[in-house]
């Protein structure tokens, strides 16, 4: 049963502190997003990549975010430094093609910065 | 630009009974029109997607969607609720020729037995 796994689950770190969350896809896709879910936003796109290239990144604080993929089959995205507004579920999800029609969503990093 | 709406924080509807969850949505050129739904604690799960063809679209545990080109509206159907239903459900769009989605803001579901 393939799946998109997300590394750590939980993550409370203090302010200041950086911060990695990491992403696999399923083997095999080629496109990649990285969604914010917060209360007050609801889902927000921060950056999605095809072919390990990045193709729209405009959602993401570029001051403090930054997101790559080293290689297929994996994913991350750093924050550095973190800060109190950032806590939120980070998702990655996960599609094939060029024209995705379906994303399959990893169960999420949540992060608690204090 | 593109967005999606979804004017119910909330819907309760009684176990057995007819749901709606309402989406309206705005898009440049023909829309692709998407139905995730999510768990407490897990990420979001695809349902159902409106690209081309019939109105009524079928996708996963029993739910349906009609397309409404005039109205802009993709409302998510299902004829008799479960308890298990309960849940959160996001409306998405994406444009034609871009892979950006817009999700909606979501709507709770709870199905009371």
């Known amino acids: 049963d393939a799946r998109v796994t997300q590394t750590p689950r939980h993550k409370v770190t203090e302010m200041g502190q950086e911060v990695t969350m990491r992403c696999q896809p399923i083997?095999?896709?080629?496109?990649v997003f990285w969604y914010r879910q917060t209360m007050m936003q609801g889902l927000e796109l921060l950056a999605y990549?095809?072919?390990?290239?990045?193709?729209?990144d405009s959602g993401m604080p570029k001051d403090r975010f930054s997101a790559e993929m080293p290689d297929a089959t994996l994913a991350t995205l750093k924050i550095q430094p973190s800060e109190p507004r950032d806590s939120a579920v980070y998702f990655c999800?996960?599609?094939?093609?060029?024209?995705?029609?379906?994303?399959?969503f990893g169960p999420g990093t949540r992060l608690t910065v204090t | 630009a593109q967005s999606v709406a979804q004017p119910e924080d909330q819907v309760n509807v009684a176990e057995g009974n007819p749901l709606t969850v309402k989406c309206t949505y705005s898009?440049?050129?023909?829309?692709?029109l998407f139905w995730y739904v999510q768990y407490p604690n897990r990420g979001l799960q695809f349902l159902l997607k409106?690209?081309?063809?019939?109105?009524l679209v079928k996708g996963s545990y029993g739910f349906e969607a009609e397309f409404n080109k005039s109205q802009t509206s993709f409302h998510l159907k299902k004829p008799s609720a479960l308890v298990s239903d309960s849940a959160l459900y996001f409306c998405?769009?994406?444009?034609?020729?871009?892979?950006?989605?817009?999700f909606g803001s979501g709507t709770k579901l709870n199905v009371k037995p």
């Open positions: 999800a996960s599609g094939l093609g060029q024209q995705i029609h379906e994303q399959y």
């Open positions: 083997l095999g896709h080629n496109t």
């Open positions: 990549f095809r072919n390990r290239a990045p193709l729209d």
């Open positions: 898009v440049s050129g023909n829309p692709y």
């Open positions: 409106y690209i081309t063809g019939d109105n």
């Open positions: 998405a769009v994406r444009s034609y020729n871009f892979n950006k989605f817009y």
